[in-house]
C-alpha cells in the first residue's frame, strides 16, 4: 500500500519534473511575433506628430510644443516607461540596441518588421539630432532651478539665487503653475525663493 502511495505520487510529479525541459524546448515559440510586437512597442511610445501609418491608432499627437520655450522644434521621439518624459539617455541606448539588430539580423527579418524597425530608428535619431541642432547648444530639461534652490537653502550661496533669477523664464519658472510633482517642482521652487526672500534666515 505504502508503495503505491509512492508510486502514485511520484507519476504525479513526473509531468512537473518534466516541465522544464518541455519549457526549454524553444519549438513551439513564435519569434516572429516577437518581434512584430517588440517593434510595436515603440510605435506606443512615440512623442510629436504622429504619421498616418500608426498602427497604434489609438494613440494621438502628443508633446506638440516640445521645445517652444527656446524656439526649437524638439517634437518627436519616444516616452519612457508610459509617462510623458523623453529620457534622451535610454533612448539613445535602446536606438543603438535597436540599430545593431538590425545591422546584425536585418537581412532574416521579414521585409515589412525591418521597414518598421528601421521607422522606429529613425523616429528617434530624427529627434536626437533636434536636440543639437545648433552649435555648441544641447537641448535638455532638468531639475536645475529646483537643484539651485535647495543648494541655495544648504549653503547660503547667492550665487543660486541669482541664477534662478537669470533662469527662471527660460526654464518654465515663471509659467501658470497649477501642479507640483515630480514632474514639474516650480510649485516648490517657488516656495523655496519665497521663504529665502521673506524669512532669510
Known amino acids: 500500500?505504502?508503495?503505491?502511495?509512492?508510486?502514485?505520487?511520484?507519476?504525479?510529479?513526473?509531468?512537473?519534473?518534466?516541465?522544464?525541459?518541455?519549457?526549454?524546448?524553444?519549438?513551439?515559440?513564435n519569434y516572429a511575433d516577437a518581434l512584430t510586437k517588440s517593434i510595436l512597442f515603440f510605435e506606443g511610445q512615440r512623442?510629436?506628430?504622429?504619421?498616418q501609418d500608426q498602427r497604434m491608432n489609438w494613440r494621438g499627437h502628443s508633446g506638440l510644443s516640445d521645445g517652444w520655450q527656446v524656439n526649437v522644434d524638439?517634437?518627436?521621439?519616444?516616452?519612457?516607461a508610459g509617462d510623458n518624459v523623453k529620457f534622451n539617455f535610454p533612448?539613445?541606448?535602446t536606438t543603438t540596441?535597436?540599430?545593431?539588430?538590425?545591422?546584425?539580423?536585418?537581412?532574416?527579418?521579414?521585409?515589412?518588421e525591418l521597414r518598421n524597425a528601421l521607422v522606429a530608428i529613425r523616429w528617434s535619431t530624427d529627434y536626437l539630432l533636434k536636440?543639437?541642432?545648433?552649435?555648441?547648444?544641447?537641448?535638455?530639461q532638468d531639475e536645475l532651478l529646483w537643484g539651485a534652490a535647495w543648494l541655495r537653502r544648504a549653503t547660503q550661496g547667492d550665487g543660486y539665487l541669482s541664477y534662478i533669477q537669470e533662469n527662471r523664464q527660460t526654464l518654465g519658472a515663471d509659467d501658470n503653475i497649477d501642479e507640483f510633482?515630480?514632474?514639474n517642482k516650480h510649485a516648490g521652487l517657488n516656495v523655496l525663493v519665497s521663504k529665502v526672500r521673506f524669512s532669510p534666515s
Do not use: H
Open 181 to 183: 510633482g515630480w514632474e
Open 1 to 29: 500500500m505504502k508503495n503505491n502511495i509512492i508510486s502514485s505520487k511520484l507519476l504525479l510529479l513526473l509531468p512537473l519534473l518534466l516541465l522544464p525541459l518541455m519549457i526549454c524546448n524553444g519549438s513551439y515559440l
Open 131 to 140: 536636440t543639437v541642432s545648433q552649435p555648441n547648444r544641447i537641448f535638455v
Open 91 to 93: 533612448m539613445a541606448f
Open 47 to 51: 512623442s510629436g506628430y504622429l504619421p
Open 74 to 80: 524638439l517634437t518627436g521621439g519616444y516616452y519612457d
Open 97 to 112: 540596441l535597436l540599430a545593431w539588430s538590425v545591422i546584425e539580423f536585418g537581412e532574416n527579418m521579414p521585409s515589412a
